[in-house]
């Protein structure tokens, strides 16, 4: 079992940049696969990037390609996505999940891959 909390989310300009946590408590996290999501009001859930659990292995939605990065730091439990460039599109509510994973450079981009997920952390770009 795994909590997850995010934070780091608010407004900011189109242009601007913010850069979201998410805090791990319970198992190793260093055993788990994190993923970042978010939901735009009125629609469905989308992928952004997800990281292994070594860190070794990322992958992202093209549209946020060369802006967004994502980071782990094991030791302090927490996962980092920082973006830049953000535009009114990334608007959305932002969802840190996880996944125990045995290989150590698997992602997932499917949301009903992920075990776990946190409250999520809300981002508006404003024109």
């Known amino acids: 079992q795994v909590q997850l909390v995010e934070s780091g989310g608010g407004l900011v300009q189109a242009g601007g940049s913010l850069r979201l946590s998410c805090v791990a408590s319970g198992r190793s996290f260093s055993d788990y696969t994190m993923g970042w999501f978010r939901q735009a009001p009125g629609k469905e859930r989308e992928f952004v990037f997800a990281?292994?659990?070594?860190?070794?292995?990322?992958s992202n939605k093209d549209s946020v390609k060369g802006r967004f990065t994502i980071s782990r730091d094991n030791a302090k439990n927490t996962v980092y996505l920082q973006m830049n460039s953000l535009k009114p599109e990334d608007t959305g509510v932002y969802y840190c999940?996880?996944?125990?994973?045995?290989?150590?450079?698997?992602?997932?981009?499917?949301?009903?891959?992920?075990?776990?997920w946190g409250q999520g952390t809300q981002v508006t770009v404003s024109a």
């Open positions: 999940a996880a996944r125990n994973q045995v290989a150590s450079n698997i992602v997932y981009v499917r949301g009903n891959d992920y075990d776990y």
């Open positions: 990281i292994s659990r070594s860190g070794t292995s990322t």
